[in-house]
């Protein structure tokens, strides 16, 4: 008898995966939860402004207090809202304040922070004064504004300084912390070569400042503009405790008029909202541009 014949199974190859495999497996997973999180990121500002824009274009008459009726579509697009509150802003008049005020503070903080930094920044690794002199500035940002008001409301009026000359003042004074600390950070990226090349040739730091390291901090200034707008534009208490009740109201101290004792006209407020931040927003998307190079620099090496 003839032994029988077994076969055997063919061996399927196993495929296994490449270094640059798994590490796009585990980057695809990671671009997914990224994903995720932008998504509800962005809820939590669309959802905001989708409520502002669809109340403000609503009738006083539509407004409920569930809500269904807040969130729905208005009947008709009433842009009357709008034309009431500038009317009871005194829209042009606070907005002037609020420019010059905004402006002013900018250009203060550009100018007199970014030569506070460079001088640290320059100096701080030779000499200790320097250094405590930079802690010192940047400790700054942790006191509560809570804790400053009562004082700088007497000292403002004992000095003369409450009204808006005083609150550019004060701002320039509150953002110089955070500013030289961005300032200082960036610095640091600027190569010491060119300065020493500048030195030989005879400029004197003065020139040397303003000739070649002003300009390199483009995107500093930038960051320190937008940065700084955002605070003194949107800020309510520092012109509330300094500058409140004279002629020189700002447009977000104004917008207090739509919050009474005995209720908020939403329509009008949300409407008043949109209208304050279409400045702020032009003004981002011009310097946007300039921004994220300069916290990256700037914010991380500080």
């Not at 003839?2 to 590490?23: F, G, L, R």
């Not at 002003?214 to 534009?233: I, S």
Request: hydrophobic share 50%.
């Amino acid at each position: 008898m003839s032994s029988p014949k077994y076969s055997v199974p063919e061996q399927v190859p196993v495929k296994y995966k490449t270094a640059d495999e798994i590490k796009n497996d585990k980057d695809g997973k990671k671009n997914i939860g990224i994903t995720i999180l932008l998504i509800l990121g962005s809820l939590t500002i669309l959802f905001p402004l989708y409520m502002t824009i669809i109340i403000a274009l609503k009738s006083p008459s539509e407004m409920t207090n569930d809500i269904a009726g807040a969130l729905s579509f208005p009947s008709k697009f009433s842009f009357d809202n709008f034309a009431e509150a500038m009317r009871v802003t005194n829209f042009w008049h606070s907005l002037a304040n609020s420019l010059i005020i905004t402006v002013s503070s900018i250009v203060l903080a550009i100018l007199l922070h970014s030569m506070a930094g460079y001088a640290i920044g320059r100096s701080m690794a030779r000499r200790k004064s320097f250094k405590l002199a930079y802690f010192y500035i940047v400790s700054c940002m942790f006191v509560p504004f809570a804790i400053l008001m009562m004082p700088l409301v007497k000292e403002t009026a004992i000095l003369g300084l409450d009204n808006m000359f005083g609150v550019i003042l004060l701002y320039t004074v509150f953002y110089m912390p955070m500013n030289v600390m961005l300032y200082t950070g960036y610095l640091k990226n600027v190569p010491m070569a060119m300065e020493e090349a500048a030195d030989i040739d005879g400029a004197s730091a003065w020139r040397t400042y303003w000739t070649i390291i002003f300009p390199m901090m483009k995107p500093m200034h930038a960051t320190v503009a937008v940065l700084t707008a955002l605070g003194t534009w949107n800020d309510v208490m520092t012109p509330l405790v300094i500058i409140s009740g004279s002629e020189q109201t700002t447009l977000p101290l104004a917008q207090l008029n739509f919050q009474t004792q005995f209720g908020t006209n939403y329509n009008l407020a949300f409407a008043s909202y949109l209208l304050a931040l279409i400045p702020i927003l032009i003004f981002y998307i011009i310097c946007q541009k300039q921004i994220i190079g300069g916290v990256s620099n700037g914010a991380v090496k500080g």
